[in-house]
């Protein structure tokens, strides 16, 4: 009877639904990381032989990014909005544009939104606001990025310029809020960065503030460091960390505050550019920014992260190091150097979580490129007595190798650098072997984090 009963039950074991471990996936995002931006931050940190913790990932790809306009027509250069919707809903939207289609202005639904729905732990972390358009497209939907807050869905003014309003997602019209009203209502679990400035204020319609709001729908909010890392582990805690009032402080600055400098050509260089002279900015290095002292770095927060996330169901979390983008805006090379040191550390922080979990899928990668080019410190041109320079704004930065990096800005001539239209790097560790193809485009890398959360296979 036992030698009939044991093929039949190997049988039926066979042919039971198997359970699938829980699966992870880890999303990092530098915001306007390009291979110039890392190829900068290596420079200055390990030397031009040294590497990074992103550079020894044994999977490697590049993303190209799409972008349309309202009308569907292409648009060659992104915004942070509307790449990170690509990449957290696998659709192309237009610039400004929070997990929202171009034209028709209708809902996306995010992987974040997915895994929730699954019963997977979910969490965002990021350098900027947490209602800034990244981690915002993971979680909010919204036609303009601006719409941070219960005023600024209004209208908002900034660098001089009006942008326009959301008033068709106010509550008093049937929407869904301004993106800090729809967080405090998420059923994300973590959620940590800056941006107090749009929760401490009234919700819509109500008496309470935002963060009222969010500790009323089961959010524990904390403020300061060392309450992040005094949290404790419990599957029932959903954490809110307000840490700055905007974007965090970054860690580097340049010495003495200085940023990118015009060089000065002499007057008769003006007349011709082989008469005369030019005077190039005097060289600098990096030193550390007085107001990021205190604030929690970014591998501190993914730590508590993944502390929380870490469940028997499994968990999506989105990582953003925010200003390299926002410091290469200002033209501030150490600080954008000092932000890709951080996520390098926040990196360094998910591959020690991942190697005691075999089913956690790490990505890196960046939401779009940016202006700072890597180029000579004195021109080439200048050993024949050319005093040739740059047209843009120059940092010629001493690094410990004993030698000086140029770093250009000249994408236009206002006080606020743009992004540009290159394909950004996509990286992971051995869990994206053979998942990952040499070249693609930002939705698909949607695409590939929910495959890889939901069990398909390779």
Known sequence: MRRLLTPLLLSLALLAPQVQAARNVILFIGDGMDDVQITIARNYLVGAGG????????VRAAAQ?????????RVYVADSANTATSIATGVVTSRGRIASSAGVDAPLETILEQAEAAGMRTGLVTTASV????????AAHMSVRTCENPESINGVKRYGIVLPHCRHYTLA?????SISEQLANAGIEVLLGGGSQH?????????????????????TVIRTAAELEALPVDDNIRTL??????TMPVRLRGEGGRSAERPRPSWLNEVHPFLGSVRLPEPMACEPEPGFRGMPELADMTRAALRQLDNERGFFLMVESAS?????????????IGELQQLDEALAAALAFARQSQDTLILVTADHGHAAQLVPETSLFAQYGAPVYSPGMLVRLQTAEGAIMGINYATNSFPYEEHTGGQ??????????????TMVTQPQIYEIMRDFLFGQSN
């Open 241 to 246: 960390g307000l840490f700055s009032p905007s």
């Open 131 to 138: 209602t800034d358009a990244t981690p915002a497209a993971f």
């Open 173 to 177: 019209n049937g929407g869904p809020g």
């Open 199 to 219: 929760f401490d204020m009234p919700a819509e319609g109500d008496e309470r503030t935002v963060a009222e709001l969010a500790e009323d729908n089961g959010f």
């Open 324 to 336: 390299i983008d926002k410091q290469a805006h200002e033209r501030r090379a150490c600080g954008s």
């Open 51 to 58: 590497r990074l913790v992103m550079d020894e990932l044994p």
């Open 424 to 437: 950004v790097p996509l990286l992971a560790n051995r869990v994206g072997a053979g998942r990952i193809p």
């Open 65 to 73: 990014v799409l972008t349309i306009d309202e009308d569907g027509k």
